[in-house]
Protein backbone atom coordinates (compact mmCIF):
# COMPACT_ATOMS: atom_id res chain seq x y z
CA UNK A 1 0.00 0.00 0.00
CA UNK A 2 1.62 3.55 -1.46
CA UNK A 3 1.72 6.31 0.86
CA UNK A 4 -0.57 8.04 -1.45
CA UNK A 5 -3.24 5.58 -0.41
CA UNK A 6 -2.35 6.26 3.58
CA UNK A 7 -3.21 9.99 2.99
CA UNK A 8 -6.45 8.76 1.32
CA UNK A 9 -7.34 5.79 3.60
CA UNK A 10 -8.80 8.50 6.48
CA UNK A 11 -11.18 10.08 4.04
CA UNK A 12 -12.62 7.40 1.98
CA UNK A 13 -12.60 4.68 4.64
CA UNK A 14 -16.51 5.13 4.14
CA UNK A 15 -16.46 4.83 0.58
CA UNK A 16 -13.76 2.16 -0.10
CA UNK A 17 -15.80 -1.23 2.27
CA UNK A 18 -13.67 -2.93 0.27
CA UNK A 19 -10.31 -2.25 1.38
CA UNK A 20 -9.20 -5.18 3.41
CA UNK A 21 -6.91 -2.99 5.91
CA UNK A 22 -8.59 -0.24 7.88
CA UNK A 23 -5.72 2.32 8.35
CA UNK A 24 -7.87 4.81 11.18
CA UNK A 25 -5.37 8.26 11.28
CA UNK A 26 -3.32 6.75 8.65
CA UNK A 27 -1.45 4.32 11.43
CA UNK A 28 -1.97 0.69 10.25
CA UNK A 29 -3.64 -1.53 12.42
CA UNK A 30 -1.73 -4.04 15.42
CA UNK A 31 -0.64 -7.19 13.33
CA UNK A 32 -1.58 -10.66 15.64
CA UNK A 33 0.92 -12.71 17.08
CA UNK A 34 0.32 -15.97 19.23
CA UNK A 35 0.30 -15.14 23.23
CA UNK A 36 1.82 -16.90 26.01
CA UNK A 37 -1.74 -18.32 26.67
CA UNK A 38 -2.11 -20.03 23.62
CA UNK A 39 -4.33 -16.79 22.36
CA UNK A 40 -3.64 -14.77 19.47
CA UNK A 41 -2.63 -11.47 20.43
CA UNK A 42 -2.44 -7.51 18.62
CA UNK A 43 1.12 -7.12 18.75
CA UNK A 44 1.76 -2.81 19.53
CA UNK A 45 5.24 -1.12 18.98
CA UNK A 46 5.90 1.04 21.85
CA UNK A 47 8.69 3.20 22.30
CA UNK A 48 9.34 4.01 25.98
CA UNK A 49 11.29 7.17 26.12
CA UNK A 50 13.26 9.11 25.63
CA UNK A 51 11.13 11.86 27.69
CA UNK A 52 8.93 10.16 30.38
CA UNK A 53 8.77 11.53 33.59
CA UNK A 54 11.29 9.85 36.18
CA UNK A 55 12.84 8.20 33.06
CA UNK A 56 16.60 8.25 32.67
CA UNK A 57 16.88 11.43 29.96
CA UNK A 58 18.11 10.08 26.70
CA UNK A 59 16.88 6.44 27.43
CA UNK A 60 14.83 4.04 24.58
CA UNK A 61 13.38 1.13 25.10
CA UNK A 62 11.68 -0.05 21.64
CA UNK A 63 9.08 -2.64 23.17
CA UNK A 64 6.92 -4.91 21.42
CA UNK A 65 3.53 -5.14 23.78
CA UNK A 66 0.72 -7.85 23.79
CA UNK A 67 -2.25 -6.14 25.75
CA UNK A 68 0.71 -4.51 28.46
CA UNK A 69 2.75 -7.13 28.54
CA UNK A 70 6.14 -6.46 27.20
CA UNK A 71 7.27 -9.54 24.53
CA UNK A 72 10.75 -8.08 23.01
CA UNK A 73 12.50 -4.81 23.94
CA UNK A 74 15.37 -3.30 22.40
CA UNK A 75 17.64 -0.82 24.39
CA UNK A 76 18.79 2.78 22.75
CA UNK A 77 20.61 5.68 24.69
CA UNK A 78 20.45 9.09 22.67
CA UNK A 79 23.45 11.39 22.13
CA UNK A 80 23.48 14.10 24.71
CA UNK A 81 25.19 17.29 24.94
CA UNK A 82 28.01 18.02 27.72
CA UNK A 83 27.81 17.22 31.04
CA UNK A 84 27.08 19.92 33.45
CA UNK A 85 29.67 21.77 35.33
CA UNK A 86 29.04 20.00 38.47
CA UNK A 87 30.14 16.97 36.35
CA UNK A 88 33.23 18.42 35.74
CA UNK A 89 33.99 20.94 38.70
CA UNK A 90 37.70 22.04 36.91
CA UNK A 91 35.29 23.96 34.68
CA UNK A 92 34.27 26.23 37.29
CA UNK A 93 37.49 27.47 38.34
CA UNK A 94 38.39 24.61 40.72
CA UNK A 95 39.85 21.95 41.27
CA UNK A 96 37.99 18.75 41.65
CA UNK A 97 38.05 17.61 45.12
CA UNK A 98 36.82 14.79 47.25
CA UNK A 99 33.72 16.60 48.61
CA UNK A 100 32.61 17.07 45.11
CA UNK A 101 32.66 13.35 44.53
CA UNK A 102 30.96 12.18 47.43
CA UNK A 103 28.65 15.01 46.86
CA UNK A 104 28.07 13.79 43.23
CA UNK A 105 27.22 10.64 44.60
CA UNK A 106 24.79 11.43 47.30
CA UNK A 107 23.11 13.43 44.60
CA UNK A 108 23.25 10.09 42.41
CA UNK A 109 21.84 8.12 44.98
CA UNK A 110 18.97 10.18 46.47
CA UNK A 111 18.01 11.23 43.13
CA UNK A 112 17.21 7.32 41.83
CA UNK A 113 15.44 7.09 44.92
CA UNK A 114 13.39 9.88 44.41
CA UNK A 115 12.31 8.37 40.87
CA UNK A 116 11.75 5.37 42.14
CA UNK A 117 9.37 6.58 45.05
CA UNK A 118 7.99 8.69 42.75
CA UNK A 119 6.90 5.97 40.27
CA UNK A 120 5.22 3.59 43.34
CA UNK A 121 3.27 7.02 44.06
CA UNK A 122 4.93 7.42 47.52
CA UNK A 123 4.36 11.21 46.63
CA UNK A 124 5.56 11.74 50.52
CA UNK A 125 8.45 9.68 50.63
CA UNK A 126 9.84 11.18 47.02
CA UNK A 127 9.63 14.85 48.03
CA UNK A 128 11.97 13.89 51.30
CA UNK A 129 14.14 12.52 48.79
CA UNK A 130 13.73 15.61 45.84
CA UNK A 131 14.61 17.74 48.72
CA UNK A 132 17.74 16.54 50.15
CA UNK A 133 19.17 16.15 47.14
CA UNK A 134 18.05 20.07 45.93
CA UNK A 135 19.87 20.62 49.31
CA UNK A 136 23.04 18.72 48.11
CA UNK A 137 23.06 19.95 44.74
CA UNK A 138 23.09 23.55 45.90
CA UNK A 139 25.52 23.38 48.52
CA UNK A 140 23.98 22.29 51.99
CA UNK A 141 26.45 21.03 53.96
CA UNK A 142 26.58 17.06 53.54
CA UNK A 143 26.64 16.15 57.50
CA UNK A 144 23.43 18.46 57.33
CA UNK A 145 21.48 15.84 55.49
CA UNK A 146 22.94 12.74 56.79
CA UNK A 147 20.38 12.14 59.51
CA UNK A 148 17.83 13.21 57.29
CA UNK A 149 18.71 10.62 54.74
CA UNK A 150 19.10 7.82 57.38
CA UNK A 151 15.47 8.79 58.35
CA UNK A 152 14.04 8.24 54.96
CA UNK A 153 16.00 5.22 54.93
CA UNK A 154 14.22 3.49 58.16
CA UNK A 155 10.89 5.00 57.18
CA UNK A 156 11.48 3.40 53.74
CA UNK A 157 12.67 0.10 55.24
CA UNK A 158 9.80 0.04 57.66
CA UNK A 159 6.51 0.46 54.62
CA UNK A 160 5.33 -2.48 54.50
CA UNK A 161 3.07 -1.30 51.94
CA UNK A 162 6.41 -0.09 49.49
CA UNK A 163 7.69 -3.65 50.43
CA UNK A 164 4.37 -5.59 49.11
CA UNK A 165 3.99 -2.98 46.12
CA UNK A 166 7.73 -4.21 45.02
CA UNK A 167 7.58 -7.65 45.70
CA UNK A 168 8.56 -9.52 42.97
CA UNK A 169 10.56 -6.66 41.29
CA UNK A 170 13.37 -8.28 39.97
CA UNK A 171 16.64 -5.96 38.84
CA UNK A 172 19.09 -8.09 39.48
CA UNK A 173 21.99 -7.33 36.89
CA UNK A 174 24.56 -9.83 37.03
CA UNK A 175 27.28 -10.66 40.06
CA UNK A 176 28.56 -7.22 39.91
CA UNK A 177 25.28 -5.69 41.68
CA UNK A 178 24.82 -5.38 45.26
CA UNK A 179 22.60 -7.86 46.80
CA UNK A 180 20.55 -7.85 49.89
CA UNK A 181 22.22 -8.94 53.24
CA UNK A 182 21.64 -12.50 52.57
CA UNK A 183 22.83 -12.62 49.22
CA UNK A 184 19.66 -12.70 47.29
CA UNK A 185 19.22 -11.61 44.32
CA UNK A 186 18.52 -8.10 44.13
CA UNK A 187 15.43 -6.38 43.88
CA UNK A 188 13.87 -3.00 43.22
CA UNK A 189 13.64 -2.62 46.74
CA UNK A 190 16.91 -3.87 47.79
CA UNK A 191 18.29 -1.48 45.89
CA UNK A 192 16.36 1.24 47.32
CA UNK A 193 17.13 0.83 50.56
CA UNK A 194 21.25 0.08 49.43
CA UNK A 195 21.14 3.51 47.57
CA UNK A 196 19.48 6.02 50.54
CA UNK A 197 21.75 3.76 52.78
CA UNK A 198 24.59 4.34 51.19
CA UNK A 199 23.85 8.04 50.38
CA UNK A 200 23.41 8.21 54.40
CA UNK A 201 26.89 6.79 54.85
CA UNK A 202 28.36 8.69 52.38
CA UNK A 203 27.11 11.87 53.70
CA UNK A 204 27.99 11.32 57.16
CA UNK A 205 31.58 9.90 56.43
CA UNK A 206 34.55 12.37 55.61
CA UNK A 207 36.95 9.33 54.83
CA UNK A 208 36.32 8.51 50.85
CA UNK A 209 35.22 5.01 51.12
CA UNK A 210 32.80 5.23 49.37
CA UNK A 211 31.75 3.79 45.73
CA UNK A 212 33.59 5.75 43.18
CA UNK A 213 31.07 6.93 40.37
CA UNK A 214 32.85 6.18 37.06
CA UNK A 215 31.28 2.92 36.66
CA UNK A 216 30.24 3.27 33.08
CA UNK A 217 31.00 -0.45 32.79
CA UNK A 218 28.22 -1.04 35.04
CA UNK A 219 25.94 1.12 33.53
CA UNK A 220 26.51 -0.42 30.51
CA UNK A 221 26.22 -4.05 31.80
CA UNK A 222 23.08 -2.51 33.68
CA UNK A 223 22.03 -1.60 29.97
CA UNK A 224 22.31 -4.54 28.57
CA UNK A 225 20.13 -6.49 31.09
CA UNK A 226 16.90 -4.53 30.65
CA UNK A 227 16.14 -6.49 27.55
CA UNK A 228 15.97 -10.10 29.47
CA UNK A 229 14.60 -8.20 32.74
CA UNK A 230 11.77 -6.57 31.06
CA UNK A 231 10.66 -9.46 28.68
CA UNK A 232 7.41 -10.98 30.30
CA UNK A 233 6.52 -7.95 32.29
CA UNK A 234 3.74 -5.61 32.26
CA UNK A 235 4.36 -1.94 31.34
CA UNK A 236 4.63 -0.44 34.96
CA UNK A 237 6.75 -2.91 36.40
CA UNK A 238 9.26 -2.49 33.50
CA UNK A 239 9.11 1.08 34.48
CA UNK A 240 10.07 -0.19 38.18
CA UNK A 241 12.66 -2.66 36.76
CA UNK A 242 14.52 0.25 34.80
CA UNK A 243 14.18 2.98 37.94
CA UNK A 244 15.77 0.34 40.03
CA UNK A 245 18.53 -0.06 37.75
CA UNK A 246 19.37 3.80 38.46
CA UNK A 247 21.04 4.15 34.61
CA UNK A 248 23.17 7.38 34.05
CA UNK A 249 22.88 7.65 30.57
CA UNK A 250 25.55 11.08 30.66
CA UNK A 251 27.87 8.56 31.79
CA UNK A 252 27.73 6.38 29.07
CA UNK A 253 27.07 9.03 26.19
CA UNK A 254 30.28 10.73 27.19
CA UNK A 255 32.24 8.16 27.58
CA UNK A 256 31.12 6.75 24.16
CA UNK A 257 32.00 9.82 22.99
CA UNK A 258 35.45 9.49 24.00
CA UNK A 259 36.19 6.24 23.02
CA UNK A 260 34.86 7.21 19.34
CA UNK B 1 -36.44 15.13 59.33
CA UNK B 2 -38.26 11.97 56.83
CA UNK B 3 -40.25 12.53 53.66
CA UNK B 4 -39.87 16.39 54.13
CA UNK B 5 -40.68 17.83 50.09
CA UNK B 6 -38.50 19.75 48.90
CA UNK B 7 -38.58 22.76 45.91
CA UNK B 8 -36.64 21.21 43.05
CA UNK B 9 -35.09 24.47 42.37
CA UNK B 10 -32.92 23.79 45.58
CA UNK B 11 -31.15 21.60 43.13
CA UNK B 12 -29.24 24.78 41.87
CA UNK B 13 -27.90 24.66 45.21
CA UNK B 14 -26.16 20.76 45.15
CA UNK B 15 -23.78 21.82 42.51
CA UNK B 16 -22.59 25.32 44.55
CA UNK B 17 -22.42 22.89 47.64
CA UNK B 18 -20.44 20.40 45.73
CA UNK B 19 -17.84 22.72 44.29
CA UNK B 20 -17.27 24.95 47.03
CA UNK B 21 -16.43 21.36 49.15
CA UNK B 22 -14.42 19.89 45.65
CA UNK B 23 -12.67 23.19 45.76
CA UNK B 24 -11.29 22.89 49.83
CA UNK B 25 -10.35 19.50 49.09
CA UNK B 26 -8.39 20.82 45.96
CA UNK B 27 -7.12 23.39 48.35
CA UNK B 28 -6.34 21.34 50.81
CA UNK B 29 -4.12 18.78 48.60
CA UNK B 30 -2.36 22.13 47.47
CA UNK B 31 -0.99 22.48 50.88
CA UNK B 32 -0.11 19.57 51.49
CA UNK B 33 1.96 19.40 48.22
CA UNK B 34 3.42 23.11 48.75
CA UNK B 35 4.80 22.32 52.36
CA UNK B 36 6.30 18.61 50.80
CA UNK B 37 8.12 20.81 47.92
CA UNK B 38 9.03 24.25 51.06
CA UNK B 39 6.75 26.29 49.33
CA UNK B 40 4.47 28.64 51.57
CA UNK B 41 1.17 26.61 52.63
CA UNK B 42 -1.03 29.52 50.92
CA UNK B 43 0.34 29.22 47.59
CA UNK B 44 -0.55 25.78 47.47
CA UNK B 45 -4.25 26.95 48.64
CA UNK B 46 -4.00 29.15 45.37
CA UNK B 47 -3.51 26.32 43.37
CA UNK B 48 -6.32 25.14 42.26
CA UNK B 49 -8.16 28.43 41.40
CA UNK B 50 -5.03 28.86 38.96
CA UNK B 51 -5.08 25.39 37.32
CA UNK B 52 -8.43 26.33 37.07
CA UNK B 53 -7.75 29.63 35.10
CA UNK B 54 -4.83 27.67 33.34
CA UNK B 55 -7.04 24.70 32.15
CA UNK B 56 -9.55 27.28 30.55
CA UNK B 57 -6.99 28.60 28.39
CA UNK B 58 -5.09 25.96 27.61
CA UNK B 59 -5.60 24.84 23.95
CA UNK B 60 -6.77 21.07 23.84
CA UNK B 61 -4.05 18.67 22.50
CA UNK B 62 -5.59 16.02 20.57
CA UNK B 63 -4.26 12.58 19.60
CA UNK B 64 -3.89 11.14 15.91
CA UNK B 65 -7.53 9.21 15.46
CA UNK B 66 -8.36 10.03 19.20
CA UNK B 67 -12.17 8.47 19.99
CA UNK B 68 -13.40 12.56 20.36
CA UNK B 69 -16.63 11.62 21.14
CA UNK B 70 -16.31 8.85 23.55
CA UNK B 71 -13.17 10.63 25.04
CA UNK B 72 -15.13 14.17 25.74
CA UNK B 73 -18.24 11.54 27.56
CA UNK B 74 -15.46 10.04 29.54
CA UNK B 75 -14.11 13.38 30.58
CA UNK B 76 -17.64 15.22 31.41
CA UNK B 77 -19.00 11.60 32.98
CA UNK B 78 -17.10 12.08 36.84
CA UNK B 79 -18.29 15.43 37.30
CA UNK B 80 -22.01 14.26 35.95
CA UNK B 81 -21.87 11.28 38.21
CA UNK B 82 -21.32 13.24 41.07
CA UNK B 83 -23.53 15.67 40.49
CA UNK B 84 -26.22 12.89 40.33
CA UNK B 85 -24.77 11.59 43.69
CA UNK B 86 -25.67 14.47 45.40
CA UNK B 87 -29.69 14.07 44.61
CA UNK B 88 -29.81 11.13 47.56
CA UNK B 89 -26.51 12.61 49.88
CA UNK B 90 -28.68 14.69 53.06
CA UNK B 91 -27.64 17.87 54.05
CA UNK B 92 -29.19 18.15 57.68
CA UNK B 93 -32.46 17.70 57.61
CA UNK B 94 -33.11 18.39 53.52
CA UNK B 95 -32.34 16.02 50.61
CA UNK B 96 -33.24 16.62 47.07
CA UNK B 97 -34.53 12.70 45.98
CA UNK B 98 -35.33 11.01 48.93
CA UNK B 99 -36.01 7.75 46.93
CA UNK B 100 -36.48 4.42 48.40
CA UNK B 101 -33.54 3.29 46.79
CA UNK B 102 -31.41 5.90 47.62
CA UNK B 103 -28.76 3.68 48.66
CA UNK B 104 -28.94 1.77 45.26
CA UNK B 105 -28.73 4.90 43.13
CA UNK B 106 -25.24 5.66 45.11
CA UNK B 107 -23.98 2.05 43.90
CA UNK B 108 -25.46 2.15 40.48
CA UNK B 109 -23.96 6.01 39.97
CA UNK B 110 -20.32 4.88 41.38
CA UNK B 111 -20.62 1.90 38.66
CA UNK B 112 -21.31 4.08 36.03
CA UNK B 113 -17.23 5.35 37.17
CA UNK B 114 -16.34 2.39 35.70
CA UNK B 115 -17.12 3.42 32.20
CA UNK B 116 -16.26 6.67 32.45
CA UNK B 117 -13.12 6.16 33.40
CA UNK B 118 -12.50 3.29 31.13
CA UNK B 119 -13.52 5.57 28.38
CA UNK B 120 -10.99 8.51 29.04
CA UNK B 121 -8.38 5.71 29.02
CA UNK B 122 -9.86 4.59 25.62
CA UNK B 123 -10.52 7.33 23.96
CA UNK B 124 -7.03 9.17 23.48
CA UNK B 125 -5.50 6.18 21.57
CA UNK B 126 -2.23 6.11 23.47
CA UNK B 127 -0.93 3.20 24.59
CA UNK B 128 -0.42 4.51 28.29
CA UNK B 129 -4.28 5.70 28.25
CA UNK B 130 -5.11 2.58 27.62
CA UNK B 131 -3.21 0.66 29.82
CA UNK B 132 -4.64 3.16 32.59
CA UNK B 133 -8.35 2.62 31.39
CA UNK B 134 -7.83 -1.22 31.78
CA UNK B 135 -6.05 -0.94 35.35
CA UNK B 136 -8.84 1.16 36.55
CA UNK B 137 -10.97 -1.69 35.72
CA UNK B 138 -8.61 -4.62 37.13
CA UNK B 139 -8.88 -2.47 40.34
CA UNK B 140 -12.78 -1.75 40.40
CA UNK B 141 -13.33 -5.69 39.99
CA UNK B 142 -11.52 -5.82 43.23
CA UNK B 143 -13.56 -3.09 44.80
CA UNK B 144 -17.00 -3.49 43.94
CA UNK B 145 -18.02 -6.15 45.39
CA UNK B 146 -16.51 -5.16 48.81
CA UNK B 147 -18.07 -1.57 48.29
CA UNK B 148 -21.39 -3.21 47.70
CA UNK B 149 -21.20 -5.25 50.90
CA UNK B 150 -20.28 -2.07 53.16
CA UNK B 151 -23.82 -0.19 51.59
CA UNK B 152 -25.63 -2.77 52.34
CA UNK B 153 -24.76 -3.36 56.07
CA UNK B 154 -26.38 0.36 57.21
CA UNK B 155 -29.30 -0.73 55.58
CA UNK B 156 -29.71 -3.84 56.77
CA UNK B 157 -29.22 -2.25 60.57
CA UNK B 158 -31.92 0.57 59.29
CA UNK B 159 -34.48 -1.92 57.59
CA UNK B 160 -34.52 0.78 54.75
CA UNK B 161 -32.53 1.34 51.55
CA UNK B 162 -33.69 5.05 51.80
CA UNK B 163 -31.19 7.40 53.04
CA UNK B 164 -33.21 9.52 55.61
CA UNK B 165 -34.32 6.24 57.49
CA UNK B 166 -30.34 5.17 57.82
CA UNK B 167 -29.60 8.71 59.39
CA UNK B 168 -32.93 7.82 61.50
CA UNK B 169 -31.82 4.64 62.99
CA UNK B 170 -28.34 6.22 63.73
CA UNK B 171 -29.79 8.77 66.50
CA UNK B 172 -28.81 6.32 69.59
CA UNK B 173 -25.45 5.05 67.54
CA UNK B 174 -23.59 6.00 65.24
CA UNK B 175 -23.06 2.86 62.43
CA UNK B 176 -19.32 3.01 62.40
CA UNK B 177 -19.23 2.12 66.26
CA UNK B 178 -20.74 -1.28 65.41
CA UNK B 179 -20.08 -1.62 61.93
CA UNK B 180 -16.37 -0.38 61.78
CA UNK B 181 -15.26 -2.62 58.67
CA UNK B 182 -17.99 -1.34 57.00
CA UNK B 183 -16.75 1.70 57.12
CA UNK B 184 -13.41 1.71 55.99
CA UNK B 185 -13.88 -0.36 53.18
CA UNK B 186 -16.53 2.09 52.31
CA UNK B 187 -14.10 4.85 52.39
CA UNK B 188 -11.10 2.45 50.68
CA UNK B 189 -13.75 2.44 48.07
CA UNK B 190 -13.84 6.07 47.83
CA UNK B 191 -10.67 6.11 47.10
CA UNK B 192 -10.53 3.93 44.96
CA UNK B 193 -13.74 5.12 42.99
CA UNK B 194 -12.23 8.18 42.96
CA UNK B 195 -8.68 7.37 41.50
CA UNK B 196 -7.20 8.80 44.53
CA UNK B 197 -4.35 8.19 46.88
CA UNK B 198 -3.05 4.86 46.85
CA UNK B 199 -6.16 3.85 43.99
CA UNK B 200 -4.68 6.75 41.87
CA UNK B 201 -2.80 3.77 39.84
CA UNK B 202 -5.23 4.41 36.51
CA UNK B 203 -3.33 7.47 36.74
CA UNK B 204 -0.06 6.55 38.28
CA UNK B 205 3.54 7.24 37.29
CA UNK B 206 4.95 4.34 36.41
CA UNK B 207 2.31 4.82 33.23
CA UNK B 208 3.54 8.14 32.78
CA UNK B 209 0.21 9.62 34.01
CA UNK B 210 -2.30 6.45 32.49
CA UNK B 211 -5.39 7.96 32.03
CA UNK B 212 -4.44 11.66 32.22
CA UNK B 213 -1.25 11.62 30.02
CA UNK B 214 -3.18 12.97 26.84
CA UNK B 215 -6.12 14.98 28.62
CA UNK B 216 -5.67 18.42 28.50
CA UNK B 217 -7.32 22.07 28.65
CA UNK B 218 -11.19 22.28 29.70
CA UNK B 219 -11.26 17.66 29.94
CA UNK B 220 -8.32 18.09 32.03
CA UNK B 221 -10.47 20.22 34.35
CA UNK B 222 -13.73 18.62 34.07
CA UNK B 223 -11.91 15.29 35.17
CA UNK B 224 -9.51 16.72 38.15
CA UNK B 225 -12.98 17.98 39.08
CA UNK B 226 -14.57 15.22 38.67
CA UNK B 227 -12.06 13.16 40.90
CA UNK B 228 -12.72 16.06 43.59
CA UNK B 229 -16.60 16.24 43.41
CA UNK B 230 -16.37 12.02 43.97
CA UNK B 231 -14.54 12.08 46.84
CA UNK B 232 -15.90 14.84 48.36
CA UNK B 233 -19.52 13.28 48.00
CA UNK B 234 -18.20 9.89 49.19
CA UNK B 235 -17.30 11.89 52.01
CA UNK B 236 -20.93 13.03 52.13
CA UNK B 237 -22.78 9.99 51.34
CA UNK B 238 -20.05 8.73 54.70
CA UNK B 239 -21.47 10.64 56.85
CA UNK B 240 -25.23 9.82 56.39
CA UNK B 241 -24.08 6.22 56.34
CA UNK B 242 -21.85 6.06 58.72
CA UNK B 243 -21.35 9.21 61.41
CA UNK B 244 -25.12 9.82 62.24
CA UNK B 245 -25.90 12.36 59.42
CA UNK B 246 -26.57 15.78 60.99
CA UNK B 247 -26.21 14.52 64.59
CA UNK B 248 -24.21 16.68 66.66
CA UNK B 249 -24.58 19.21 69.67
CA UNK B 250 -25.09 23.28 69.36
CA UNK B 251 -24.64 23.34 65.35
CA UNK B 252 -27.87 23.08 63.13
CA UNK B 253 -27.98 19.58 61.30
CA UNK B 254 -26.67 21.23 57.75
CA UNK B 255 -23.58 22.56 59.24
CA UNK B 256 -22.68 19.29 61.45
CA UNK B 257 -23.35 17.58 58.34
CA UNK B 258 -20.76 19.86 56.25
CA UNK B 259 -17.93 20.00 59.08
CA UNK B 260 -18.32 16.28 59.04
CA UNK B 261 -17.97 16.04 55.10
CA UNK B 262 -14.81 18.42 55.08
CA UNK B 263 -13.28 16.30 58.13
CA UNK B 264 -13.52 13.22 56.24
CA UNK B 265 -12.71 14.74 53.21
CA UNK B 266 -9.42 16.07 54.48
CA UNK B 267 -8.52 13.05 55.92
CA UNK B 268 -8.87 11.09 52.70
CA UNK B 269 -6.82 13.37 51.13
CA UNK B 270 -3.88 13.79 54.37
CA UNK B 271 -3.41 9.86 54.09
CA UNK B 272 -3.00 9.32 50.46
CA UNK B 273 0.12 11.06 50.25
CA UNK B 274 1.57 9.21 53.08
CA UNK B 275 1.00 5.78 51.21
CA UNK B 276 2.54 4.01 48.10
CA UNK B 277 0.43 3.03 45.73
CA UNK B 278 -1.29 -0.17 45.07
CA UNK B 279 -1.12 -1.79 42.00
CA UNK B 280 -4.29 -3.41 40.54
CA UNK B 281 -2.68 -7.25 40.29
CA UNK B 282 -1.95 -6.78 44.16
CA UNK B 283 -4.86 -5.56 45.17
CA UNK B 284 -7.15 -8.16 43.58
CA UNK B 285 -5.49 -11.00 45.80
CA UNK B 286 -6.19 -8.84 49.15
CA UNK B 287 -9.33 -8.08 48.09
CA UNK B 288 -10.72 -11.21 47.23
CA UNK B 289 -9.17 -13.08 49.93
CA UNK B 290 -8.85 -10.33 52.44
CA UNK B 291 -11.27 -7.58 52.26
CA UNK B 292 -14.11 -9.09 50.92
CA UNK B 293 -14.80 -11.93 53.47
CA UNK B 294 -14.11 -9.30 56.35
CA UNK B 295 -16.71 -7.03 54.87
CA UNK B 296 -19.47 -10.66 54.10
CA UNK B 297 -18.81 -11.01 58.11
CA UNK B 298 -19.48 -7.58 58.94
CA UNK B 299 -22.54 -7.55 57.31
CA UNK B 300 -23.52 -11.19 58.83
CA UNK B 301 -22.71 -9.79 62.35
CA UNK B 302 -24.94 -6.29 61.75
CA UNK B 303 -27.50 -9.19 60.42
CA UNK B 304 -27.41 -11.19 63.73
CA UNK B 305 -27.69 -8.58 65.80
CA UNK B 306 -30.53 -6.89 63.91
CA UNK B 307 -32.36 -10.09 64.13
CA UNK B 308 -31.71 -11.17 67.73
CA UNK B 309 -33.17 -7.04 68.57
CA UNK B 310 -36.28 -8.23 66.52
Known amino acids: MGAGMDMHADMDAHMDMDMDMPMPGGIPLASGGPDRDG ?19 GLVVRCALKGD ?24 GRLPSADDDRRRTVIHHSDAAVQLLALVGW ?3 AGRARRIRDEVASGTALAEVAPRLERLAKDVKRSRLLGWGLKGIAADTGPGVQRAGNGDAATARTRLLHW ?65 | MTGAVMNPAWALLAPVVLGVLALAGAALNGVFV ?26 RRVTVAADRLLWRIGGMALLVIA ?26 MDVMVWAGMWLIGWGANSAHALAGGYRFLAQAVSYELPLMFALVTPAVAAHSLRVSEVVDAQQDLWFVVWMPVAFLVFCGSVLAFSAWGPFATAAGADIAGGILTEVSGVDR ?28 PLLPD ?40 LALLQTLVVSIIVAVRG
Open chain 2, 34 to 59: ARAEGRPALSGAARPVLEVMRLMRQR
Open chain 1, 39 to 57: LEMDVLHVALGPVLPHWPA
Open chain 2, 254 to 293: WLWTIVKTLVLLAGFIAVSRRLSAIRPDRLAEVAWIVVLP
Open chain 2, 83 to 108: LLKTAVIPLGPWILADISVGIVWFNA
Open chain 2, 221 to 248: LLIMAGRYALLATGAAFAVALFLGGGSG
Open chain 1, 196 to 260: LNEAGRIARDTADSYEPLDFADRQRESLGAIPSLVNGTDVASARLIIASLAIDTSALTTSGEARS
Open chain 1, 69 to 92: VIVHAEVEILPAAPGTALDNPARV
Open chain 1, 123 to 125: WSA
